[in-house]
């Protein structure tokens, strides 16, 4: 399949700071890719989706100024963490889509721990 | 998209077949059932996906029942390997679908 890397696969912040994940498609151009968070032992909640040069969609209950996503690029869309708090440590997984075919492939994710 | 329902977990031994049932009785005729596995601590696996029709690849099987009310996701030979949550989803296929999104999975454990 298709190959999804996500960067960092673990970082570790102090409380109020920033954290950039990068999501990047590596052998196909995303169109869509979406975000998702996941707690220990809890499946994976989507968080947003966005479309390369838009806006991206949030899902309800996440606030799209804390979470800022940024999908310039067919092959890099980018999630940063603002003002960080212990209560955002998660595993962060993005996954992208392709034009040719609708099928999902997804980062190998990144787990924050915030402190 | 359609809701499914899985059971919670599930054993099975290796070498032997695991049978994954999924039931979906409210999917709609455009609607494409879709497994995926998460291995822990990683990003989630594509395995397979299916319209109607039985549907087979190097990983697993797929049997959709005739009605496409459920579904069951044959793994032929488990390895410890293939320990894992595994997620059974519909959606509407093809660049027109939009999110996947996951309930909460079977928990499969193979033992020795």
């Known amino acids: 399949g298709a190959v999804v890397s996500q960067h960092p696969s673990w970082v570790i912040c102090k409380s109020g700071t920033s954290v950039k994940i990068e999501c990047r498609s590596l052998?196909?151009?995303?169109?869509?890719m979406f975000w998702y968070r996941q707690f220990p032992k809890q499946s994976l909640m989507l968080m947003a989706t966005?479309?390369?040069?838009?806006?991206?969609?949030?899902e309800q209950g996440v606030e799209k100024d804390k979470f800022l996503i940024n999908h310039a690029s067919l092959t890099l869309s980018t999630l940063t963490v603002t003002s960080a708090h212990p209560e955002d440590s998660s595993f962060y997984i993005c996954?992208?889509?392709?034009?040719?075919?609708?099928?999902?492939?997804f980062g190998q994710g990144t787990r924050l721990t915030v402190v | 998209d359609a809701k499914t329902t899985q059971p919670t977990s599930m054993d099975c031994a290796e070498g032997r077949a695991a049978n994954l049932p999924c039931n979906h009785s409210?999917?709609?005729?455009?609607?494409?059932v879709y497994w995926y596995r998460q291995i822990h601590s990683q990003g989630p696996q594509y395995i397979i996906h299916?319209?109607?029709n039985n549907e087979t690849n190097e990983m697993a099987s797929l049997i959709i029942t005739e009605d496409r009310k459920s579904s069951t996701l044959i793994l032929p030979h488990a390895t410890l390997r293939d320990t894992a949550v595994y997620y059974c989803?519909?959606?509407?296929?093809?660049?027109?679908?939009?999110?996947?999104?996951f309930g909460g999975g079977t928990r499969v454990l193979v033992k020795p």
């Open positions: 996954s992208a889509r392709g034009s040719l075919n609708g099928e999902a492939f």
């Open positions: 052998d196909f151009q995303a169109t869509t």
């Open positions: 966005s479309n390369e040069g838009s806006k991206a969609t949030y």
């Open positions: 409210t999917i709609s005729g455009n609607e494409y």
């Open positions: 299916g319209l109607k």
């Open positions: 989803i519909v959606r509407v296929g093809g660049a027109a679908g939009n999110k996947l999104t």
